[in-house]
Structures are given as C-alpha cells and as structure tokens.
C-alpha cells in the first residue's frame, strides 16, 4: 500500500519544514507537538510560507489550499495508531528521543518506519529503544527544508534494506535527493559543516579578522551562499555547540573541541537569529 499518512514530531523550525514538503508532495501529514500552541505556530508559519510563494506566482492558489487541506494538528501520540510513517524532529536529546521512540513502538502498527531528523545523534541507540531496530532510520534535512535538497538516510546498524530503499524513494517524491549515509557522530553534514564553523568561530576569538570578514572570506572567496557565523546564526548557536560535543564525545578527538567563545555565547542565551542576538543581532 505504501506511504500514505505522514506524522511529523515536533513542530518546530525543521518539524514544519518537513510537515510542509510531505503535504505539498500529496502526503496526509499530522503534525504533532506537546501544545496546541506549539503546532498552530508551525501551521502558522507553513501558511505564511505558502502565501509568500503564492505572491511571488510560483505556487497556484490552490495548490496552497489543497497542501493546506492535507495537513493536520494533533498532541495526542496515539494517533501515531493510523499513520504509515513517523518522521521525529523533536529536540536534540537522547533521552527525550528514546524515550519517545519506545512510545511509538507501542503505539504504532507494525509495519510503520520510525525515521527520525537528528542531525548527530547516534541512530543505533534510538533504534535499540525499540523492538523494530530494523525499522528505524535517519533521515536528515537541511534547514530551511522548503529550499534545501539534500536529505542525508542514514542507517542504523539494524537498518533492513527494504526499508532504506522505501525512505530513498520517499525522499525523491518530496523532489528532494537521498545521499546514504552510514552511522557515526555527525554523519556527513555535521561532521564537515560544524568543525568548519567551529573553526570560524576560532578565527574570531583568536582575533584573526573581524566577524564580517570572516563572513566575506567565505562569501565570496568560496561561494558560501552565507558566511560561516552568519550560518552558525542560523542554525542556532546552542545546536552548534550541541553538535560539536557529539563529535567530540563520539569521536573522542580533541580536533573537535568546541571553541570557548561559542559555549561563552550560549551561556550568555545569544543563541543566534531565533534569540535575536548571536554573532549578529537581529531585530
Ligand atoms: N523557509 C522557506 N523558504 C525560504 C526560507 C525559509 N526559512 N528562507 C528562504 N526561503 C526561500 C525564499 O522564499 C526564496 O524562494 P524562491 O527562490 O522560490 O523565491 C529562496 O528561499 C531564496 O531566498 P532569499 O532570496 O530570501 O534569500 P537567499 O537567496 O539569501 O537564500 C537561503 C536564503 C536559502 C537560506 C541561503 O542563504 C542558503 O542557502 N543558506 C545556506 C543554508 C544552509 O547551509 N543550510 C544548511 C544548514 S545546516 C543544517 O540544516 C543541518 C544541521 O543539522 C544543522
């Protein structure tokens, strides 16, 4: 029968993204989080996502209705009882995700994949949280998810392949490119993105150059579509810092030590763009 019905953990920043690409492909999608509040805010910003490229004419009117028409709220876990394929974008903490995979192998029929959008943890400890190992995947995108066409489908060590060849195939109906990825701290994206922004961060401290420069060097000497701090803003200076420390920890090597001027940063709550103030401030 195949994938069908989408639910989508987490509605935040990335939750809504992938909320929004699944409904726009034709999947059903529920949108889940803890609070009504927190799924209305990413259909809030799925509408206002969807208006915009009505404006600009790339999207008809009622291609935003229909894709509107096929996404749904809900803060009940249960009704992971009736989907085909749960796709988590909660908050970056094995505990958190654990704990919450083990639900979902109550909760969810058999045959449905637990696939999640961690972008370092390992996906082999959070397929140990359930009795279907072989079921469980990663499926990494890139922020913003509307724009961006990687997703990275990592394998757990459990991982069947029928069911990379499903997720695969999902992937490309969301017009978006697979690259597989084997399971190790960091997969790939993070574990080139984030020493590269650790080390401009590095740059900084160390007083090598200006923020602004830095940004420059790599704006238009490597055609980065942002520079590395500007980007580190972006994505949320505490996530930066959260990913290094994977690759710390799991990697055990000092080249991925976080630079103290980015844990000072975090300490100080300037988390980048979504706190208002990072590297950059932001009104
Ligand atoms: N949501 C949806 N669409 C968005 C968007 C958002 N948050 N931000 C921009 N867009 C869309 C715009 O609507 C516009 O669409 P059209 O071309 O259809 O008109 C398009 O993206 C380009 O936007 P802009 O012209 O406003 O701005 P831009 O040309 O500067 O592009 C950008 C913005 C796409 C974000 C670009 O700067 C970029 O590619 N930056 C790098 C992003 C990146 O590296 N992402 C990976 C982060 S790492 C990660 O995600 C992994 C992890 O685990 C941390």
New binding site residues.
């Given amino acids: 029968m195949g994938i069908q019905k989408v639910m989508v953990i987490g509605a935040g920043q990335m939750g809504s ?1 992938i909320a929004q690409v699944c409904a726009m492909s034709g999947y059903d999608v529920l949108l889940h989080d803890l609070k009504e509040e927190y799924v209305e805010k990413g259909l809030g910003t799925i509408t206002k ?1 969807l208006s ?2 009505v404006e ?1 004419g ?1 999207l008809p009117a009622e291609d935003k209705e229909a894709t509107l028409s096929r996404l749904a709220a809900s803060t009940d876990l249960n009704q992971a009882k009736d989907v085909d394929l749960v796709i988590e974008a909660a908050i970056e903490n094995m505990e958190i995700k654990t704990k919450l995979f083990a639900q979902l192998d109550e909760i969810a029929p058999k045959h449905v994949i637990l696939a999640t959008n961690t ?2 943890l390992p996906i082999t400890e959070i397929a140990a949280a359930t009795k279907r190992p072989e079921k469980v995947i990663g499926m ?9 066409k990687l997703v990275e489908i990592i394998r757990g060590l459990a991982t069947a392949d029928d069911v990379y060849e499903e997720i695969e195939e999902m992937a490309k109906s969301l017009s978006k490119v697979p690259v597989e990825v084997n399971d190790f701290p960091g997969f790939v ?2 574990r080139i ?1 984030m020493p590269m922004i650790n080390e401009a961060v590095y740059t900084l401290y160390e007083g090598v150059a200006t923020k602004e420069a830095i940004d420059d060097v790599m704006k238009l000497g490597m055609n980065h ?2 520079g590395p701090l500007t ?1 580190a803003d ?2 949320g200076l505490d ?1 930066c810092l959260y ?1 290094m420390e994977t690759l710390h920890d799991g990697l055990g090597d000092d080249k991925y030590r976080p630079c103290p001027l980015l844990r000072k940063y975090v300490k100080a709550g300037w988390l980048g763009k979504k706190s208002g103030r990072g590297f950059y401030e932001y009104s």
Wanted: glycine share 4%.
């Fill in positions: 993204g996502n915009r490229q600009k790339k972008s370092s990494h995108f890139m922020n913003p998810v509307p724009v961006m994206a993070n993105l579509p942002m980007l972006f994505i996530t990913i």
